[in-house]
């Protein structure tokens, strides 16, 4: 296992498209934690799965964003009706559950909306 | 309001000296610290740990001092070396109903001169 693996790398779309992201988390990870970072900000959480619960949502995340963890193993996040706000880096990290322990992050995925 | 702070966007250091970045946080429920570094179109990569039942924890040429009192944590890079050249985040996680998700600081910029 490399790693958490994201596609695309790179994502350019007209506004109003749909779009949709996939992380494979690390294998034996069972919390998945999907973060956007814009220019000069750090990484701002979106959501989180434990398996395929999604147990925790920010306020962050509008009615357009949906996130999927179906058999508890990789994720999709689906933007619809993109607008030029939600231009950004997201970034999927996995973890083991456990109280105190890391979060290891994939490559991300850079969103251009125009 | 920000939760998690790095007053610092930038900090410049020659090769072979101490590097030293600063956080401070507001949320005292916080009980898990993290450092990441992050190059440029990657995905933040975990440095170094601290819970809050220590003062102090080493990796090598990395150590985070954590003052509970004071709110404030720092990491300390020695010697420091071009390679180091990164955005540093300062990240927390813990507090009621926490999932393990983690609250970033915006990050602060090292750059390291030969």
């Known amino acids: 296992d490399t790693g958490v693996s994201q596609n695309p790398r790179h994502k350019i779309t007209k506004r109003g498209q749909n779009v949709t992201f996939r992380c494979d988390p690390i294998?034996?990870?069972?919390?998945l934690y999907w973060y956007r970072q814009t220019l000069g900000q750090g990484p701002e959480f979106l959501t989180y799965?434990?398996?395929?619960?999604?147990?925790?949502k920010s306020r962050l995340l509008s009615d357009r964003f949906s996130a999927e963890r179906p058999k508890g193993s990789f994720s999709t996040l689906e933007i619809q009706r993109t607008e030029q706000g939600d231009s950004a880096m997201y970034l999927c990290?996995?973890?083991?559950?456990?109280?105190?322990?890391?979060?290891?992050f994939g490559q991300g995925t850079r969103l251009t909306v125009v | 309001d920000q939760q998690v702070k790095q007053n610092s966007p930038s900090l410049s250091v020659q090769e072979g000296r101490i590097s030293i970045l600063n956080c401070d946080y507001t949320n005292s429920m916080f009980d898990y610290f993290l450092w990441y570094k992050k190059y440029p179109a990657e995905g933040p990569t975990f440095l170094i740990s601290?819970?809050?039942?220590?003062d102090k924890n080493e990796d090598g040429r990395f150590t985070v001092f954590l003052n509970k009192s004071a709110k404030h944590l720092s990491l300390h890079i020695v010697p420091s070396q071009p390679g180091d050249s990164a955005v540093y985040f300062c990240?927390?996680?813990?507090?009621?109903?926490?999932?393990?998700?983690?609250?970033f600081g915006k990050g602060t910029k090292l750059s390291v001169k030969p």
């Open positions: 990290a996995s973890s083991f559950q456990s109280e105190n322990t890391e979060a290891f």
């Open positions: 601290i819970s809050s039942i220590k």
């Open positions: 294998s034996e990870h069972n919390r």
């Open positions: 990240a927390a996680s813990g507090g009621w109903g926490s999932q393990g998700n983690l609250i």
């Open positions: 799965f434990q398996n395929e619960a999604q147990l925790e």
